[in-house]
């Protein structure tokens, strides 16, 4: 039974996002073997369950198939919780076929690889995220900057990136932003009136080691699967640093 592999975005109303997120599906191919779909959760798109099944029906005139989503989001907010299960639900009752949502990015090892290679000793860091309505996703957002030593600010959620940046100044911002958008236009913005003189990274899909997290984070899934042994890890083992390599 062949696997249909979809990346579900959130979506944006900007093109830049769905022109990302397409770039990343057809870079990923040669890595996987064939290129995953891609889908959107928000946006000028069709309902997401209506992409699912399009994309599933599409693949089924093939052979068959099972599909696995993966979904292409950091924080488990509102979006992981409750909308991406409940269109996965729609589509495997029209499609009678296996529809299995796998964990968010945000949940995988690869993303934490990622950010480890950029840790910097003696270098104040600030990781910027979204923010949600939701507690528990902010915190653990709090959670994981900790691990590497960083302090915690978001766009829409305390404490704001805007109030920090009026009492302090930190050496670095990485923003856990995955494409640019508006959202990403909105920091650069707040980092000029606030005369930050920190060096902001870009989004994460133009890091260096971007498409390496994202292929480890799929072939892992695939890999337990098939129940075979864990892929080695293509991250470096020493801290590295962000640098002139995607800093501004």
Not at 176 to 193: E, K, M, R
Request: glycine letters at 4%; a negative charge; hydrophobic letters at 45%.
């Amino acid at each position: 039974m062949s696997t249909l592999r979809i990346l579900v975005a959130h979506g944006s109303r900007d093109p830049r996002s769905a022109i990302a997120l397409q770039q990343l599906a057809t870079e990923l191919a040669s890595r996987l073997g064939s290129e995953p779909a891609i889908a959107f959760l928000e946006g000028p798109h069709p309902p997401l369950a209506e992409q699912i099944v399009q994309l599933a029906q599409q693949e089924k005139s093939q052979g068959a198939i099972a599909v696995q989503i993966y979904p292409l989001f950091l924080l488990a907010g509102t979006h992981t919780t409750e909308d991406l299960p409940a269109a996965v639900t729609t589509a495997q009752e029209q499609l009678r076929i296996s529809v299995a949502l796998q964990s968010a990015w945000g949940e995988s090892s690869s993303l934490r690889n990622l950010l480890r290679s950029q840790v910097q000793p003696q270098t104040e860091t600030w990781l910027l995220a979204h923010g949600s309505r939701r507690s528990a996703a902010n915190q653990r957002i709090e959670q994981l900057s900790a691990e590497f030593g960083w302090s915690a600010v978001f766009c829409r959620a305390e404490p704001f990136l805007g109030d920090r940046l009026a009492d302090s100044q930190p050496q670095r911002i990485l923003p856990l932003l995955l494409f640019p958008g508006p959202i990403y236009d909105s920091v650069q913005d707040i980092c000029v009136a606030a005369n930050a003189t920190a060096c902001l990274a870009p989004p994460l899909s133009q890091w260096p080691l971007f498409l390496d997290a994202i292929a480890q984070w799929l072939q892992v899934d695939v890999l337990i699967s098939d129940n075979r042994a864990s892929a080695p890890t293509r991250f470096p083992q020493k801290p590295g640093e962000i640098g002139e390599k995607i800093c501004y």
